[in-house]
């Protein structure tokens, strides 16, 4: 029989490698932080140098400080726009993987939403935020990325045969579906429109009924080193309650 010493170690290098076979080789760590807001919540932090495409700033640094710090007033939150995996499949059609991992909602301490994973570097994470129950606001206005690079802004800007490639794009909802279910969304109109330049993108799923809101499709490029993203979506009224307004269109191919 072993000495209780030599036992132990056996039992320790024992858990250690159940741990190890648990994570994928090579594996690094990510984590992605999530939060809707009203759009107007987020104007109400920024300077007017702040708000242009490609802006960052100050007013970026103050909200995110008290999104972590859970001292944003809630009135602020929109709660049920949560952020969820989607399916193997729907992975597939968006040239990603899915993620099972533990997703914790914010409330607790943190208001974001806030998931970990360890994935392979090279590999991009497909999530989505839809909304659970209220489907009001309906509309994502704006959408900040942080990741490789500080809190940026930008608006969805619909695309246009790779014309004009930006980190958060608009494509209608039944576009979208038809595409995923035929496994090419990302091949037929998402790889050349969409500018990882933050090692995180965004699309919106523009929905054109007027009571449903969209869909935010959030798309992460898994480096070669452990990455904290953060994507605030800030949502208002359709363009269809604004006098004179028009749905967005799905762009043209």
Not at 138 to 166: D, E, F, M, W
Not at 195 to 221: C, S, T, W
């Amino acid at each position: 029989m072993l000495p209780v010493g030599r036992r132990w170690a056996v039992v320790a290098l024992g858990l250690l490698a159940v741990l190890a076979a648990g994570a994928p080789a090579g594996a690094v760590e990510y984590r992605l932080k999530v939060v809707s807001i009203y759009d107007q919540s987020l104007m109400s932090f920024l300077s007017h140098g702040e708000l242009s495409d490609g802006a960052t700033g100050p007013g970026f640094q103050r909200i995110a400080a008290e999104l972590d710090q859970g001292t944003l007033g809630r009135g602020l939150l929109i709660t049920h726009r949560p952020l969820t995996s989607v399916p193997a499949s729907i992975a597939r059609a968006w040239g990603g993987v899915a993620i099972q991992a533990q997703i914790a909602f914010g409330g607790v301490v943190s208001l974001w939403d806030e998931v970990r994973w360890d994935g392979r570097p090279g590999e991009r994470s497909i999530w989505i935020v839809k909304p659970d129950g209220r489907e009001d606001p309906q509309s994502v206005k704006h959408v900040v990325l942080k990741g490789t690079t500080p809190l940026t802004i930008y608006q969805p800007y619909t695309v246009a045969c790779g014309k004009n490639r930006g980190p958060v794009m608009s494509l209608g909802i039944p576009l979208i579906a038809f595409q995923e279910s035929r496994g090419d969304v990302w091949d037929k109109y998402v790889a050349k429109n969409l500018d990882l330049r933050h090692g995180v993108g965004g699309v919106v799923g523009v929905n054109n009924q007027a009571v449903l809101a969209d869909l935010m499709y959030i798309i992460v490029e898994q480096g070669s080193e452990p990455t904290t993203f953060e994507v605030l979506i800030t949502w208002g009224a359709s363009n269809s309650q604004a006098p004179g307004g028009g749905f967005n269109n799905f762009g043209s191919f």
